[in-house]
Structures are given as C-alpha cells and as structure tokens.
C-alpha cells in the first residue's frame, strides 16, 4: 500500500490499533493488502473518503475460498509442469490464432479451432520417452482446412474466445494469490484523488516502563526526597512496510473490543472474545489512596501545591539494605536529576479522553518494518517519602521500602515496570499501578531484612444472646478473628512499619485502634518501635452469625444460664419451666413404665413356672398342700398383673396430657 502510506495510528492496550492513511493516486481503484489475520477487523471498521471531491463507488474483496476449489473452477488450468501443453489441451474447441514458424525466419499465422495434441510416430514403440517439440498440434482453420504443425515451431498464441481468455487471467490471478494476505479493492470516480483510509486492525499492545531517578532531601534523616519520573512508551511496527513520520497516539483504557468473522460467508453463532493478556504475579504492589499526603512546601504551580496539601511528615529513619558500592563513572555520572530531565525531554502531550486516558507523541515517528521504538511520554518532578509495609500475603517474614508520592504528573500513569535510583545507585524495582492523577503511588523496590515480623492467628466464637422465634431458640454469636503481629527490629535505627490487612465486608473492627489509611480493600497501621527492639501489635476482627436450636433440646441448667445472663425475662421464664416440668413428668412416667413392663416380663415367666409345676402335682395326699400354695400364689401374681395394667394405662394417658401441654406451650412461644 505504498500509494497510501500511514500517516496515524493510535495503540491500545488490548491488541487493537487505528490506522490512518493518506495518499494521492490517479485512477479507478486502488487495491489494499491485509494479512488474513486482519481482514475481519478491517471489513467491521473500514471508512474510506476523498479529500480532493471524488466518489468512493464501492469497496470488493474476493469472495473466501480454499484455493484449489477457486482454481477448480477454472476452465483452464495448468499444471506446474508442461504449462503450454496444459494451456493447448485446455483451449480444444476453442477459437485462437497460432504463429508457427515455417522455415528459419519465415511464419504463418493461422486463425482456427484447437482440435488437440499429439504424440509423433516413435521409431521404438516401446520407449516412453516423449520430445514435446515433436509433438502435433491439429488445428481446423477457419478455411476449413485441418493444418498439422509441430508444437516445437509454435512461437505465438492469441486466444480469440473471451471467456477462455478470462478464466487464464483467473486462473492466473488466483494462482498468484497468498494465502497470508487478503486484498481490498477500492473503486473510485474517474480523475485524481486525495484518498483518506480508517481501518482497525489487530496491533501488539502499546507498554510503558518507568525510571525513577530519586536524591535525598539533604537535610532531614533520608526519609524524603524529590525524584523525577520518567516514563517510556514502547511500541512495535508489525506493519509490512517502513513507518516514516507518522504521528503516533498510545491510549490509557480499555475499549470494548472483539473478533467478528465478517470475511467467512457464513454468519458465527457468537463473535470471539479475546481476554487481557496478564503475565503472573511477581513484584509487590500496594494500592495507593487518594490525596493522603501531610502539608509539603513544593516550588510548582498552584494545582501541584494543592495536591500536596497534606503530605505526612518524615518518618524514622529506615534500614534500607545497603546499597552496592557505586562504580567509578567519575565525570560521566550526571550531575544532578535536573540534567538527567532536561537530556530526555518528554515528547509527548497527554489529554483526558472520555473514559480514556491518551498520550499524542508530538513529534512525527519512524519506525523500521519489523523494529520497535520508545518515545519519552512523561517526565515529571514528584515529592516522594520513604515507608516500610508489610502485608503477609504479598510478602511474608519482612516488610518491603517503597518510595511513596502523590500522582502530581496532571497524567494517568499506565501500569508497567519502574527502576529506582536513588542518589545514582541502583536500588530495585518495582510496579507501579494503573494510577489517575492525584492519587497515591507506591513503588516498593527492596525488602528490609533488618525487620522481621510474624504473625499468630486465633478465632474464638462468644454467645453474645438469644431470641425465641418460631419455636426455635435462635442464638446470637460473634466470631473474632484475632491477629498478633510479632515486630523485630535488629537495626540500629528506629523504624515505622505501616501493617497492611485486607478488608472484608462481613467482618468488622473490634477492641482494634482505627486505621492510619483505608483504602477501598486495605487497611493500613503504622507502628513504631525503637532500634533492636520488638513489640506486639493486635488486630481484631468480628462477624456476627446466629445458631438455631429446637427448644424443647432446653433442659433446666442451660435455663438457669441464659436467666442469669439476662437473655430471658421473667414471663418467658415461667413458660419455659412450665414446659421444662411437663417434659420432666413425661421423663418420669416412661421410667415407671419401663419398670413396670420389666416387672410384668418377670411375673409372667413366674407364671409359667407355676403351671408347670401344678401340671406335676396331685390334688389329694401330701402333694395337695403344696399344690394349694401355688395356686394362691399364682392368684397373686394375676392380681399384680391386672394393678400394673392399669398403672400403665394411668401413666399413658398423663403422657398424652403432658406432651399436648408441651405442644401448646410451644406453639404459644410464636
């Protein structure tokens, strides 16, 4: 597309760009090349216009095929090998004017029907070895006559038949085709053209990399310094061609974005969505809060000294690791971060667009095929502190420096990668996060072995009250999650370490002093200990849960408890013990009835015994005596039985009454 070569583009972070291109061009068409992995994006968003007043009449591309189905439906075709033997047998029938030389520089057109080719006598009939040029091509002459000449004298053919010659230009167009690029052809208005083409199309993502040349305040204890940051956009040209000045815009943002196969001729049950590339978790990042810095005097304009307006004041002195001993650059080493600034000047403005946040390189860019670039797009004097965090789950054992300042830049920073020097020596390097402007930055770049902290867990659950609802005693429990946080400090500076814990919407805090700083998912607290030294420092957390339990589970200690805790009232009380007692009668008059049924299987067998012994007895003479003993006695036993029977009964029916008392008194608690 060299006639329309890219004069913009504009790079997004989700693999899509927009591509402006301009060019002047004469004609009726011009043809626009696309690799295939492009066209579908291209066919959903393609614009084109022209700026001299022509007319775009239409826009073709060809119609997706497999290329030998497309070939296929050729009436010529040719083979890889033998083309104009191919060509010959294709054309039969069809109408041509062929220039054969006769003699040496002697022809003779002859204007005819190709009747075919074929193979000359062979002196060995066995051979099947064939010489092409002495291969016979018969031809019906308009004249009438059959002509014969060999296909080695053939130095000229015409194809007069219209629709033969149309399907060797198609066999030839498609034959030339690549299956990796896919052509768009433009048809325009007769006479020049200032043609202007917009097209979306799939682009490596735009990045960002950050340099935070930071110095120390010189007076203070090296907790606080000005810095300045820098940021890099980087960018490829996936483009098959050269990109010579074009302007160039990376966006901040995340437009909706999709694949929806429009070049395939069927129509996709659902378009292909593409998730954000991410790389896995490495470095530490903390979230930063809005404007949460302590009053700082800054040399800026008045929007810079009011985002300042609350800036902490300087911690302790930390322990940072010691840093490696600076190599001797001597003259080369820059004097100061002023230098360092006015030798890579930002070259690039930025501006709030939308739901976007864009930076428009102001100068035009050129970029090699197959190269990429970086273009300084941020360059901004920050007030920064330095705090220790931890926060166990990013990083265990030991907290972590990081740098903090207050997003003044007037830009939204892009997530990427950040190297921090301080006072030129290199000290770690760090993320920082998609950041808008006037919100807190941290840049945690090393970890303080010097501090060590650990941590002990432990969860209680209190029953705090009860309610009866729905014949249910409903319980009222807290469950306290509790925190220690074991805090050494084997420097010999003293140090202030800003704990982080997540937040959780069903917990709250409890006994626990309130936060130094709350984001929307962290909170954070600053505790303070002298050098080689070691403190406690506890968290406390609560939810409320509820426990439910049927009441007639209550016995009369668990009521004695909840009365005493002043869980129950007087009325309820009574209501309760009046069930207690009839559950309690009810637990007695079973018993009696277990007693009374294990004594009704032992008269029985006691009985039994009786008749037997009777059965063996003779009712007269001695024996009579003894025989009349049993029968009193098993008169007896009946008796006993009748007695117990009716006990039973009686115990039965005070049961019934006692658990229909309960049920009332249940279905009364409500």
């Known amino acids: ?191 020049e053209h200032q043609l202007v083409v917009y097209y979306v199309a799939p682009s490596p993502t735009w990045r960002v990399s950050y340099r935070l040349v930071a110095e120390e305040d010189k007076e203070g204890e090296g907790n606080s310094g000005k810095a300045l940051l820098q940021g890099w956009g980087l960018f490829d040209n996936r483009l098959e061609e050269d990109l010579e000045n074009v302007q160039v815009t990376l966006v901040a943002g995340q437009p909706i974005s999709f694949i929806y196969d429009l070049y395939a001729s069927r129509i996709p049950t659902r378009p292909t969505v593409k998730d954000e590339a991410r790389v896995a978790p490495g470095p530490v990042e903390f979230e930063g809060a809005f404007d949460e810095l302590d009053d700082v005097e800054l040399a800026a304009s008045p929007k810079s000294a009011k985002m300042y307006a609350r800036m902490e004041r ?197 006994d626990t002093p309130e936060p130094d700083i709350e984001t929307a998912t962290e909170r954070r607290w600053k505790v303070s200990l002298p050098a080689r030294a070691k403190t406690e420092f506890v968290t406390q957390l609560r939810q409320r849960t509820y426990r439910r339990e049927n009441v007639q589970n209550l016995d009369y200690r668990s009521l004695q408890e909840f009365v005493a805790k002043g869980w129950l009232d007087d009325a309820i009380r009574g209501v309760l013990g009046n069930m207690l007692d009839e559950a309690n009668a009810i637990q007695q008059a079973n018993a009696r009835v277990h007693a009374l049924e294990v004594e009704t299987g032992k008269l029985h067998k006691q009985q039994e015994q009786l008749r037997a012994n009777l059965s063996t007895l003779q009712s007269t003479g001695e024996e009579a005596a003894l025989r009349n003993r049993m029968l009193g006695q098993l008169e007896s036993s009946q008796d006993r039985l009748e007695a117990i029977e009716n006990e039973i009964n009686n115990l039965n029916q005070l049961i019934a009454d006692s658990e229909q008392k309960i049920t009332e008194i249940v279905a009364g608690l409500g």
Do not use: C
């Open 1 to 191: 597309m060299a006639q329309l070569p890219v004069r913009e583009m504009v790079l997004y972070k989700h693999g899509v760009g927009f591509f402006v291109r301009e060019g002047s061009l004469s004609g009726e068409n011009t043809v626009l090349t696309f690799r295939q992995d492009e066209i579908n994006d291209v066919l959903k968003s393609l614009a084109v216009f022209d700026r001299s007043g022509g007319q775009v009449l239409g826009i073709h591309y060809q119609t997706p095929m497999d290329k030998a189905a497309r070939l296929a439906s050729s009436s010529i075709r040719l083979s890889d090998n033998g083309s104009l033997h191919s060509l010959l047998a294709g054309l039969r029938g069809r109408s041509v004017e062929l220039g054969f030389e006769t003699a040496s520089g002697t022809s003779e057109a002859i204007r005819g029907r190709v009747i075919g080719i074929d193979d000359p006598p062979r002196p060995n009939p066995q051979s099947s070895v064939s010489n092409l040029a002495e291969e016979l091509i018969s031809v019906l002459a308009d004249d009438g006559q059959v002509r014969v000449f060999r296909l080695g004298a053939l130095r000229a053919l015409r194809i007069q038949d219209a629709q033969s010659s149309h399907d060797l230009t198609y066999f030839l167009d498609t034959s030339m085709s690549e299956d990796v690029r896919r052509t768009v052809n433009v048809r325009l208005s007769a006479g």
């Open 314 to 510: 300087p911690m302790g002195a930390m322990n940072l690791p010691a840093a490696p001993a600076p190599a001797a650059f001597g003259a080369s080493r820059p004097p100061s971060r002023e230098v360092f600034a006015q030798s890579t000047p930002a070259a690039a403005t930025a501006k709030e667009a939308g739901e976007f946040f864009q930076y428009e390189v102001t100068a035009p860019v050129s970029v090699k095929r197959g190269e990429s670039a970086l273009v300084p797009i941020i360059g901004s004097e920050i007030k920064y502190e330095r705090e220790l965090l931890y926060n166990r789950a990013k990083l265990p054992d030991h907290p972590v420096v990081a740098l903090r300042f207050s997003n003044t830049t007037g830009l939204t920073l892009e997530r990427g990668p950040v190297t921090v020097v301080e006072n030129w020596d290199y000290k770690g390097e760090a993320v920082i996060p998609f950041t808008k402007d006037g919100n807190s930055v941290y840049v945690p770049f090393a970890v303080e072995l010097g501090v060590r902290i650990t941590e002990n867990q432990k969860r209680d659950t209190e029953t705090t009250g009860l309610n009866i609802k729905d014949a249910m005693m409903v319980f009222e429990q807290y469950e306290t999650s509790r925190t220690t946080y074991f805090i050494e400090n084997t420097t010999t500076k003293p140090v202030t370490i800003m704990i982080e814990a997540p937040k959780n919407l069903f917990w709250l805090l409890h």
